[in-house]
């Protein structure tokens, strides 16, 4: 079944790293996103990686897949007051017609 | 580019009455996605959309609840009645290929009363 499981909240001082952690149980998914949701707006693509790569790295944002653990991470270096927003994980199963599965999101405060 | 195009963003009914969303995906796009985003939730698909034929609306209660692509380019969700419980936002999302990467809309938020 498709299940994806995140920490609902994480706290970090302004200029730290911020590591949000994802877990998914199915194991055909092909490719797992990172959303970011602000008050009140929609869901802005941050990055998403291929199941058949092990990291990707964008600018701040480094992304680690384990998939014989199904654990994705997001690594947000150097973490500003603007990083502050839900983060959502979420899977995509290729079985030719499941669209996105999230995660319940984690909610990540950045203190100055 | 244009991104995915919502309206209204907010909306406020009472229980029982009727309401509609519309959604213009970015040009191209085939895939067209709506979700429901209950607060502290993440959102869960409602219905998908490949060109204007429904690929998985399994999620969809269609007893009060439709949704259309007509020419497959523009969509629309209603609801009739809604109830309580349907207060939510309402994202709609659009893909250039069939699971290919999802971008999304403002959303429209929904407040039932």
């Known amino acids: 079944g498709e299940d994806v499981e995140q920490s609902l909240f994480l706290s970090v001082r302004e200029g730290d790293s911020s590591v949000i952690n994802c877990t998914y149980t199915?194991?055909?998914?092909?490719?797992l996103y990172w959303y970011k949701q602000e008050p009140g707006a929609g869901l802005q693509l941050l990055t998403y990686?291929?199941?058949?790569?092990d990291m990707k790295q964008d600018q701040r944002l480094t992304v680690l897949l384990n998939k014989k653990d199904k654990h994705l991470s997001l690594r947000i270096a150097d973490t500003q007051t603007g990083d502050s927003a839900i983060y959502f994980c979420a899977e995509s199963l290729y079985s030719g017609n499941t669209p996105l599965v999230f995660g319940k999101g984690t909610r990540l405060s950045v203190i100055a | 580019e244009a991104g995915v195009a919502q309206s209204p963003r907010y909306k406020i009914i009472e229980k029982r009455q009727s309401v509609a969303f519309w959604c213009n995906p970015i040009?191209?796009?085939?895939?067209l996605y709506w979700y429901q985003q209950i607060l502290g939730q993440g959102p869960k698909l409602l219905i998908q959309?490949?060109?204007?034929?429904?690929?998985?609306d399994s999620q969809l209660p269609k007893d009060r609840f439709s949704a259309e692509r007509l020419k497959g380019v523009d969509s629309t969700l209603k609801i009739q009645p809604a109830k309580l419980e349907d207060s939510a936002v309402y994202l709609c999302?659009?893909?250039?290929?069939?699971?290919?990467?999802?971008?999304f809309g403002q959303g429209t938020r929904l407040t039932v009363v």
């Open positions: 990686i291929f199941s058949n790569m």
């Open positions: 040009s191209g796009h085939a895939t």
């Open positions: 199915d194991s055909s998914s092909t490719y």
């Open positions: 999302a659009s893909s250039l290929e069939f699971e290919g990467v999802a971008f």
């Open positions: 959309f490949q060109n204007n034929g429904v690929v998985d």
